[in-house]
């Protein structure tokens, strides 16, 4: 044992001189070239271990707290007008149902795109289950459309606690829900317009966004005999 723990100290102080003091290499290597040879590797290789499990240990405290900033950037989407929507696609639930988008025609729909890896989808979320809340008496969908890792989606939306309802992207959109930066929202009114598209994220429960709801379903609401 005390071999051992005499040649691992070898190697050590072999590879500290390697990098504190290659001038000595040459010297060094006239001696017990398999000591020097293994201190150098111990030596360079040590504090690359020793970085990355202080990267690992990091990264995670810093990816949420990045995420908390981000949210508190946000600001309210601007209310734009687009073209009429195309819901032939088709999305799954958690449960693994095939769910068709064209029954969300008739009311307006809130739809977003988004992908539980983006951390810009993740900042806006909570922002996005208050929207979601405070609109439940409306007549209208919400929909959280993962475009990608849909198991993970429906994890992450079940560990969070979130409410607004939550579908896995099954192949292509059509041109017209064509997402280049994710995340990316539609609103769509009672006539299936696209009354709204917000690239990248943003503060959903805003009053500015709940006002532009209740307009929705005031002006467009089907008449009633």
């Known amino acids: 044992m005390h071999h051992r723990n005499s040649r691992y ?3 050590v102080s072999t590879g500290l001189v390697c990098l504190i003091f290659p001038e000595r290499i040459l010297t060094l290597m006239q001696g017990k070239k398999s000591v020097f040879f293994a201190g150098c590797l111990t030596g ?4 690359m271990i020793i970085l990355g499990i202080a990267v690992a240990l990091m990264i995670g405290p810093y990816k949420s707290r990045m995420i908390d900033q981000m949210a508190e950037k946000l600001h309210a989407p601007a ?13 799954t639930t958690a ?3 095939t769910l068709d988008p064209n029954t969300w025609l008739g ?7 988004w992908d539980p890896s983006c951390p810009h989808c993740l900042a806006e979320l909570p922002s996005m289950e208050s929207l979601y809340q405070q609109a439940r008496g409306m007549d209208m969908t919400f929909a959280a459309v993962a475009l990608e890792n849909g198991d993970d989606a429906f994890e ?3 560990e969070q ?7 896995a992207l099954e192949g292509e959109l059509p041109p017209v829900f064509e997402v280049s930066t994710k995340p990316t929202t539609f609103i769509v009114g009672h006539n299936g317009s696209i009354v709204f598209k917000q690239i990248s994220s ?5 009053v500015v966004v709940l006002s532009l709801l209740q307009d929705l379903n005031i002006t467009e609401a089907p008449a009633t005999e």
Request: hydrophobic share 40%.
């Open 9 to 11: 100290g070898t190697m």
């Open 44 to 47: 360079f290789l040590t504090p």
């Open 79 to 91: 209310i734009t007008t687009g073209a009429t929507a195309d819901f032939n696609w088709t999305v």
């Open 95 to 97: 449960d693994g149902e």
């Open 107 to 113: 009311k307006p729909a809130f739809i977003s795109f």
């Open 156 to 158: 992450y939306m079940l």
């Open 161 to 167: 606690g979130y409410q607004i309802p939550v579908y």
């Open 202 to 206: 943003a503060k959903w429960d805003d």
